[in-house]
């Protein structure tokens, strides 16, 4: 049972990219998901969460409307949209899943994570 984080890339400002959360080995589709990022010398910092019926949606404050997300149940995958790109969005960005808990909280070990994909944007 797993998450795996693919996407990232490098972009300039203003780009963009879609980030997927692939999940193997059970269904996530009636799972709180969430993503996070982390840049060197930073703390974990939450970017996006989606609750269990997928009903509500959740960003950091620093979004702005620059990213949306979307869960594929049939493909049991959770995307994440971000556009106009800034260097501070510079990270790796996580995915991370847990049977009952909104995944919003940084600092809380979820069930399920995945490993990471690099984003990286060039001013």
């Known amino acids: 049972v797993q998450l795996q984080a693919s996407g990232g890339g490098l972009v300039q400002t203003g780009g963009s990219l879609r980030l997927s959360c692939a999940g193997s080995?059970?269904?996530?589709?009636?799972?709180?998901m969430g993503w996070f990022r982390q840049a060197p010398g930073k703390e974990r910092e939450f970017v996006a969460a989606i609750s269990l019926t997928g009903e509500n949606r959740y960003f950091g404050s620093f979004v702005k409307g620059r990213f949306s997300m979307s869960r594929d149940s049939a493909k049991n995958t959770l995307y994440l949209q971000m556009n106009d790109l800034k260097p501070e969005d510079t990270a790796v960005y996580y995915c991370?899943?847990?049977?009952?808990?909104?995944?919003?909280?940084?600092?809380?070990?979820?069930?399920?994570w995945g490993q990471g994909t690099q984003v990286t944007v060039s001013s």
């Open positions: 080995g059970r269904s996530f589709t009636n799972y709180p």
């Open positions: 991370a899943a847990d049977r009952w808990r909104l995944v919003r909280d940084p600092l809380t070990t979820y069930d399920y």
